[in-house]
C-alpha cells in the first residue's frame, strides 16, 4: 500500500488527520460558502493545523480544535450564511441537514455525543425559519 504524502515534510498523523477529516470538512464548508471560498477556508484551515501540529495534538481534544478552527475560516468576515460563528446548534444543524448522525457528528467536531444530542434536538423545537437556512 502507498500513502501519497502530499506535504512530504509533515508528519504521518498529520497526513491521516487530513485524509481523514478533508471531505467533511469540505461538505460542511460547502453548506455555508460559495465552492471556491469553501474549499480556500478547508485548504487553510489544514495549513493553520500544519503549522502548529504539536500544539494540537497536546490540545485536550485535537479533533474539536481543529473543527474550531475550521469554523473560524469558513465564518471569517461574516459571509457565511448558515451560521454566525460559534452559534454551536446552526452547525451541528448543518451536519445534520447534509446527513450525519449524531455519532459521525461527535466524531466530526470532538464534542461529546450527549451535547451533540442536546444541542441537535434543541434546533428541532425551533420554528422553521429560526432554525436557519443551508446554504448548498
Known amino acids: 500500500m502507498t500513502i501519497n504524502r502530499r506535504h512530504a515534510a509533515m508528519p504521518l498523523s498529520f497526513e491521516a488527520f487530513r485524509t481523514?477529516?478533508?471531505a467533511?470538512?469540505?461538505a460542511y464548508a460547502r453548506a455555508?460558502?460559495?465552492a471556491q471560498r469553501a474549499d480556500q477556508a478547508v485548504e487553510q484551515t489544514f495549513l493553520s493545523l500544519s503549522g502548529?501540529?504539536?500544539a494540537v495534538l497536546g490540545s485536550s481534544s485535537p479533533t474539536h480544535t481543529a473543527w474550531t478552527l475550521l469554523g473560524v475560516h469558513v465564518h471569517a468576515n461574516d459571509v457565511a450564511p448558515c451560521c454566525s460563528t460559534g452559534?454551536?446548534?446552526e452547525e451541528l444543524g448543518t451536519l445534520t441537514a447534509l446527513g450525519y448522525d449524531p455519532d459521525r457528528i461527535a466524531t466530526l467536531t470532538g464534542l461529546p455525543l450527549g451535547r451533540i444530542g442536546s444541542a441537535t434536538r434543541a434546533r428541532a423545537r425551533l420554528p422553521r425559519q429560526a432554525a436557519g437556512p443551508v446554504n448548498k
Open 24 to 26: 467533511d470538512y469540505l
Open 87 to 89: 452559534a454551536l446548534r
Open 32 to 34: 455555508c460558502l460559495p
Open 52 to 54: 502548529d501540529w504539536r
Open 20 to 22: 481523514l477529516h478533508h
